[in-house]
């Protein structure tokens, strides 16, 4: 095919056209994957989608049905597991239980002969900042240790890929959020290519250079985290990554910048991304922060879109900002999060308010983006 001549050149990760059967059942659809060299790259989706099984394959554990796999311009699509430059981090970090901390580390380069295996083991166990640590069995060490621990017997490879497979899982919540720190950082100064698979959206938005959003064996969108964010282009993405607001509505005209909707009789503009024809029905999409909640006739965003006659349904107060709910003349309850800046004016279950945001923060969604 025409997608076949570039294998050898390429030094990251390649997935082409990588499908995946289990009898009747496709677990992976034509997959296409690019993680260049040197990438912290994170593969998100729900339960089921395809992440684990993707990430097998990767790692040898699985034989794709078709479709190749090629590593730093290598084709190993049927290499055995262990002829891979690949080392996987589980969830379960299966340490050797009756071996110490500097055991566990130093035991692949042992099994190798390799020399300096005092100066590696002694420098991996800094970087994970375990070196006081280095005589403890596992058991002595809480669950973001012997993760760390799990992460420098893989790191100590030097794999080409290390694959990171819900890493973290086990760990609650306020130590993930540290160790999410801690990855990026040791990601960073070993310069490795990591993928790592979640369905975790701020964990792959807080570590990842790039993230795949995947969705039933497919992806559906690639990109930086930020880029997704701004410019989803399914609802299934839309919604995933943080909240949308998702407004049915009919393109009226289409300019160069903006493009004209009719929102339930009220015409708002969004971003031109797409052809979008005239007429063409589709979701108007706002994320809940970037609405604006005001006074009746007060215009917060001039000149934004301003969609006045909603009523305030629900009030949460969640400390940095406050959570409406926020009914439309159309019957439909939209979000709204509102920064507590001390300053925003806070309003109460009933009242009468005027929604807005700017044109440039909305974006359009085709119907026809979720037919799949
Ligand atoms: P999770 O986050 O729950 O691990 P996942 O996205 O990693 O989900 P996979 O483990 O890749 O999903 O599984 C994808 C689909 O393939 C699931 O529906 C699963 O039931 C199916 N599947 C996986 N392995 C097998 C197998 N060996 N035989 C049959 N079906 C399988």
Known sequence: GPRDGDHASYEGLRLRAVTKEFATFTAVRELDLDVPRGSFF????????????TLRMVAGLETPTSGSITLAGADITHAKPYRRPVNTVFQSYALFPHLDIYENVAFGLRRRR???????????LDLV?????????????????????????????????????????????????GMQIELKRIQTEVGLTFVHVTHDQEEAMTMADTVAVMNAGVIEQMGAPAQLYENPRSTFVANFLGQSNLIEGSVVRRDADLTTVDMHGIAVSVPTARTHTDGERGWIGIRPEKVLVGEPGESLDAPGNTIPGGVVTDVSFVGVSTQYLVRMPWGQELQVFSQNTGRSRLFATGEQVELSWRPEYAFLLDFSQDAS
């Open 129 to 177: 900042e375990l070196g006081s640590q280095a005589r403890k069995k596992p058991v002595q060490l809480s669950g973001g240790q012997q993760q760390r621990v799990a992460l420098a017997r893989a790191l100590i490879n030097k794999p080409e890929v290390l694959l990171l497979d819900e890493p973290l899982g086990a760990l609650d919540l306020k130590l993930r959020r």
């Open 42 to 53: 994170a593969l998100l989706g729900p339960s089921g989608c395809g992440k684990t099984t």
């Open 114 to 124: 390799t020399k300096d295996v005092d100066t590696q083991v002694r420098d991996m």
